[in-house]
Every structure is written in structure tokens, then in C-alpha cells.
């Protein structure tokens, strides 16, 4: 089983950019298509971008395209989410998530998609 932490979450003011990283331990998760989601507070958690096993096909929430972008190191078994151009609403803990099932675009916005899930790591953007 994938024992998945996402790092470099923090405060930033508006306008500037983070780079998430999720690392995978336990196993690789080089055949895993992973993606990543968002919850704020008071909020439902909302799906952010996806990326096949061979990072050939990525997927984007409409809130956030053009602006954040899905990657994959599957030699370092990590996962990256840059974040540029952040705003207020981008606000809430991110968590990284893995599956095993075909990457199909109707279902990598689903959380029951994913197998293993990460903590979270908070994303404060002040305005």
C-alpha cells in the first residue's frame, strides 16, 4: 500500500506561486494515475488536476486552468502541483491522491477513484 505526504503548502499573498510536492512511499506509484484535490473550509472537497500513470494525459478543474499544473518524477515517485497566478479562493488544504483503475476522464474527478490519500498540506493565499 502507498503511503502518500504532501509537502510545500503554505501562506503566500495573491498573485504569487507554490509548488506542491506528494511523495509516495511504502510502494512505487509509478503505475498509479494520481491526481489532486482541494477543501475549504466549510466547503465540499473539489477536484484540482489529474495525471496518467506515464504523465501523457493530464486533467484540470475549471477553476484552476491555465493557472496550476500537474507533473510526475515516477524515478523519485513524486508528484508536483505548480500553482501560479494564486488567489484568495485557491485558499484550503490540498491532498494528493492515488488510483489504480484506467484513467478515464469521466471518472478521474471522482474521489472514489482513488485508492490512497494523503493528509493534506494547507495553502493560505492572502489578498
Same mark, same amino acid.
Request: hydrophobic share 35%; net charge positive; glycine share 12%.
Given at each position: 500500500q502507498a503511503h502518500l505526504v504532501e509537502s510545500g503548502g503554505g501562506l503566500v499573498q495573491a498573485g504569487g506561486s507554490l509548488r506542491l510536492s506528494c511523495a509516495a512511499s @511504502?510502494? *512505487?506509484?509509478? *503505475?498509479? #494515475?494520481?491526481g489532486w484535490f482541494r477543501q475549504a473550509p466549510g466547503k465540499k472537497r473539489e477536484f484540482v488536476a489529474a495525471i496518467?500513470? #506515464?504523465?501523457?494525459s493530464t486533467n484540470y478543474g475549471d477553476s484552476v486552468k491555465g493557472r496550476f499544473t500537474i507533473s510526475r518524477d515516477n524515478a523519485k515517485d513524486t508528484v508536483y502541483l505548480q500553482m501560479n497566478s494564486l488567489k484568495p479562493e485557491d485558499t484550503a488544504v490540498y491532498y494528493c491522491? @492515488?488510483?489504480t483503475k484506467t484513467y478515464i476522464i469521466a471518472r478521474i474527478f471522482r474521489e472514489d477513484f482513488y485508492n490512497y490519500w494523503g493528509q493534506g498540506t494547507q495553502v493560505t493565499v492572502s489578498s
Amino acid at each position: 500500500q502507498a503511503h502518500l505526504v504532501e509537502s510545500g503548502g503554505g501562506l503566500v499573498q495573491a498573485g504569487g506561486s507554490l509548488r506542491l510536492s506528494c511523495a509516495a512511499s @511504502g510502494r *512505487t506509484i509509478s *503505475t498509479y #494515475n494520481m491526481g489532486w484535490f482541494r477543501q475549504a473550509p466549510g466547503k465540499k472537497r473539489e477536484f484540482v488536476a489529474a495525471i496518467s500513470w #506515464n504523465g501523457l494525459s493530464t486533467n484540470y478543474g475549471d477553476s484552476v486552468k491555465g493557472r496550476f499544473t500537474i507533473s510526475r518524477d515516477n524515478a523519485k515517485d513524486t508528484v508536483y502541483l505548480q500553482m501560479n497566478s494564486l488567489k484568495p479562493e485557491d485558499t484550503a488544504v490540498y491532498y494528493c491522491a @492515488g488510483g489504480t483503475k484506467t484513467y478515464i476522464i469521466a471518472r478521474i474527478f471522482r474521489e472514489d477513484f482513488y485508492n490512497y490519500w494523503g493528509q493534506g498540506t494547507q495553502v493560505t493565499v492572502s489578498s
